[in-house]
Nanobody, 121 residues
Framework: QVQLVESGGGLVQPGGSLRLSCAAS????????MAWYRQAPGKERELVST???????NYADSVKGRFSISRDNAKNTVYLRMNSLKPEDTAVYYC???????????????WGQGTQVTVSS
């Protein structure tokens, strides 16, 4: 089984920064897309950013210019650097990985457990 383990969430003041990390466990041969989603209280889960195996990145309009996604394929890890944080960025952030080929088999869509990010003074 492949698992995604997130870390890096917490409480930060408006204007502050955080970096989230998400590592895929197991013997991984390839992962197509790694992404970050978030879900605020009372709202649907929304896409924040994606990073494909080909190196293409994508961002939600609400985070463009403030968030930066990066990926270390050797470590099967994706990061999300969040700068200039706003109270409206408060949410549970989820890591997602698609089209995983591992020693345990093929996995189409795997989610992490989520990490809380709270932006408040």
């Amino acid at each position: 089984q492949v698992q995604l383990v997130e870390s890096g969430g917490g409480l930060v003041q408006p204007g502050g920064s955080l970096r989230l990390s998400c590592a895929a466990s197991g013997i991984i041969f390839s992962i197509n897309t790694m992404a970050w989603y978030r879900q605020a209280p009372g709202k649907e889960r929304e896409l924040v950013s994606t990073f494909t195996n080909g190196g293409n990145t994508n961002y939600a309009d609400s985070v463009k210019g403030r968030f930066s996604i990066s990926r270390d394929n050797a470590k099967n890890t994706v990061y999300l650097r969040m700068n200039s944080l706003k109270p409206e960025d408060t949410a549970v952030y989820y890591c997602n990985a698609r089209d995983i080929v591992s020693s345990a088999g093929y996995f189409n869509n795997v989610w992490g457990q989520g990490t809380q990010v709270t932006v408040s003074s």
